[in-house]
């Protein structure tokens, strides 16, 4: 670097590996680099529309946008320029010397991830990923040998230039005034040895309008030199040509609008690179005026579950940028990523301000109604789409079920459930309902971590003999919605491991035996009274059970009171004041090892017994995802009673 009187700043380390990549890399869409110009330049033209509401005088001199892309063949440049906001000496150093975005930040990980997991090989890592993550101006390095960034921030007197090679360091020096844009940023590529064909016009202008056709600020191309040999005509600049008119693209009709420039549109909104699986798009008139242009992504955003990113809308007022990432949508449905322009709201208001505006709050309100009503029209319309925005999005769209009582019959409709019957995660509420046993009338659920181990709970086991179908919740929010529910349909939501079952008034399915129901014996009388003196200390009760087929015992939440999972759930976040409840312990009767204990409580070894017990109380935990109560005692009691049966001698 040959800089004379500009200081040099060392990249931080984050920014060099990702340099060293961009140096290095052989992705073959290198064309994303004017993609993220251009994004650039639009952005920093928002800005400062903005900030001239306060402050007129940023742009008296100028007061429109505009975007010039030049391309210098005998210079061998490419140059994005805009008359933007601009950058001061500091945000140059801060902002072209850092890792600002959150989605570069992703990249990277992403990237450590992959490299930890296939360390051996020494491929050029993280190709397949620039493109799905967008890297920002850092990406210029694939097609530059060294870039300059002249920039002079709107109302200053001082302009600087930005320098770097991409190989570690950058300076920054003092620009004459002469030199610098009036106001706003140029960027200049030094194109690399390979990336000639970015001086190709026509290559140009064909990525710029793949690009650009979602971009507010109008966009121009200018060629300077070429093909002639003639000395004159070889510096000339041609007539600057209109890529875009900057026209928003929300704000014309949808019938003017092809596929192709919505998906264009939604790549720039979102970041994010597959086809969105649900467009929305329409102008409200009537008591407000405001256009809406809203998307649910085909894949899930990375940062879905990162609780500082919460606002995925734009917000405009007459075309002018107000918030960038506005909670526009509940939290629930923050996987949609959208534009509203209001006609209506103030335009020099602050966002704080707009918050408490009531026109906003309309607005928001009835976005957010439309949005569930469209998802609603999906799932209706197109299964396979439907279960596809489910699957991404489902554990989302389920935190409404909590938060928004008010829409929760909305969601009813949205929500897909795994069930004993129908394992694969696509049943609704109605599907259930509509397959009821005589007799039932309850929707029974099962709470868990994953569908695997609720369908091999002994819980559903006299469910299952009936016919009975449970749905198997293994969201974490599932436990809490489910028990501030009401119920669908009229018909509550129970679980099956809480309180009573009260299934013996429905038949079991044609073909399979009735579980028999003699009433226990007074051998089994006194068993039980053994138990529950034996597991005082951990149970709140022994009772037989309607709800056992197979197994010989399981626990249950008591009658009133929080499901087990649910306890356990709050007891992980500290939640719960007090220590976790007592469960009650379920046995089947008709289980021949409890019949064979029954009958010989008399003549049983007592320390047999005893770990008979409470072997059956560990097993129950176990089956519930849970550790044995005493991990010691379990181990001893467990390798008496194999003792026992490896020594006996065999029936002669
Ligand atoms: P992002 O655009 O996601 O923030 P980039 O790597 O593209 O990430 O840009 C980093 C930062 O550099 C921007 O946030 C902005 O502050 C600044 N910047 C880049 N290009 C310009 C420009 N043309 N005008 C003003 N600021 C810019
Ligand atoms: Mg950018």
Redesign the pocket.
């Known amino acids: 670097m040959t800089e004379m009187d500009g200081q040099t700043h060392a990249f931080q380390a984050d920014v060099a590996r990702l340099l060293d990549l961009m140096v290095h890399s052989v992705y073959s869409e290198r064309e994303i680099f004017l993609r993220?110009l251009v994004?650039?330049?639009a952005?920093?033209c928002e800005k400062l529309r903005h900030e001239a509401l306060a402050d007129p005088a940023l742009t008296a001199d100028c007061p429109s946008f505009l975007i010039r892309v030049t391309i210098d063949k005998a210079k061998r440049t490419l140059a994005v320029a805009?008359n933007?906001?601009?950058?001061s000496q500091e945000?140059l150093a801060s902002?072209?010397g850092t890792i600002?975005?959150s989605?570069?930040r992703a990249f990277l990980e992403k990237l450590r991830a992959d490299s930890k997991d296939d360390a051996q090989e020494s491929k050029p890592v993280g190709n397949d990923l620039i493109g799905q993550f967008g890297i920002?101006?850092?990406s210029a390095f694939m097609v530059a040998d060294h870039i300059d960034v002249d920039?002079r921030r709107a109302g200053s007197d001082a302009a600087f230039r930005w320098r770097s090679d991409g190989k570690g360091s950058f300076s920054i020096s003092p620009l004459p005034l002469e030199d610098a844009p009036t106001r706003?940023?140029n960027?200049v590529l030094h194109l690399n040895e390979a990336s000639g064909d970015f001086l190709d016009g026509y290559r140009v202008e064909k990525i710029l309008r793949d690009y650009s056709s979602a971009i507010a600020i109008p966009v121009e191309l200018v060629e300077i030199g070429g093909e002639s040999s003639d000395d004159e005509e070889q510096g000339k600049a041609s007539e600057p040509r209109r890529i875009t008119d900057g026209s928003a693209l929300w704000t014309k009709p949808k019938s003017a609008v092809s596929e192709e420039a919505y998906t264009e549109f939604y790549h720039g909104l979102a970041g994010q690179f597959d086809k969105p699986a649900l467009t929305l798009h329409w102008h409200a008139e009537g008591r407000h005026e405001y256009s809406v242009l809203a998307f649910v992504p085909g894949s899930r955003p990375f940062d879905l579950f990162d609780p500082a990113r919460k606002g995925r809308g734009k917000l405009y007022v007459r075309h002018v940028l107000i918030a960038q990432d506005a909670e526009i949508l509940p939290g629930w449905l923050r996987f949609v990523r959208l534009v509203v322009d209001s006609a209506d709201l103030p335009l020099n208001v602050s966002r704080e301000m707009i918050q408490e505006s009531p026109v906003y709050s309309m607005i928001k309100k009835a976005v957010a109604n439309r949005v569930v009503q469209e998802l609603i029209k999906l799932s209706e319309n197109d299964a396979d789409a439907y279960a596809q925005v489910w699957d991404h999005f489902g554990a989302v769209i389920k935190e409404g079920l909590y938060e928004d009582p008010e829409r929760r019959d909305s969601l009813f409709k949205l929500a897909r459930f795994a069930t004993s019957t129908h394992p694969d995660g696509k049943r609704s509420l109605a599907d259930y309902v509509a397959a009821l046993r005589p007799n039932q009338t309850a929707i029974y659920y099962l709470l868990g971590e994953d569908v695997k181990r609720l369908q091999a709970s002994p819980q559903l086991e006299g469910f299952r003999s009936r016919g009975i179908e449970v749905l198997l919740l293994s969201d974490p929010i599932d436990a809490f919605w489910v028990s501030n529910a009401l119920g669908y349909d009229g018909k509550p939501f129970k679980s099956v491991s809480q309180g009573a079952a009260d299934i013996k008034s429905i038949a079991p399915e044609e073909g399979k035996e009735a579980p028999p129901s003699e009433p226990p014996s007074a051998h089994l009388a006194s068993l039980f009274a053994l138990m529950k003196q034996q597991l005082e200390e951990v149970v709140a009760d022994v009772r037989a059970s309607d709800r056992l087929s197979e197994s010989p015992a399981c626990l249950i939440a008591q009658e009133h009171g929080l499901d087990r999972r649910l306890e356990r759930l709050l007891a992980e976040h500290g939640q719960l004041g007090s220590a976790l409840s007592k469960p009650v312990l379920e046995i089947n009767p008709t289980h021949p090892l409890v019949i064979a204990l029954a009958d010989r409580l008399g003549d049983a070894d007592k320390t047999t017994l005893d770990d008979i017990i409470w072997l059956l109380f560990d097993e129950a935990r176990l089956m519930d995802g849970e550790k044995p109560q005493d991990a010691g005692g379990f181990a001893a009691r467990l390798t008496r009673i194999l003792m026992k049966a490896a020594c006996e001698k065999p029936a002669a």
């Open positions: 993220e994004s650039n330049a952005d920093a805009d933007g906001i601009g950058m945000d902002s072209l600002a975005r989605g570069t920002g101006f850092y920039s706003g940023t960027v």
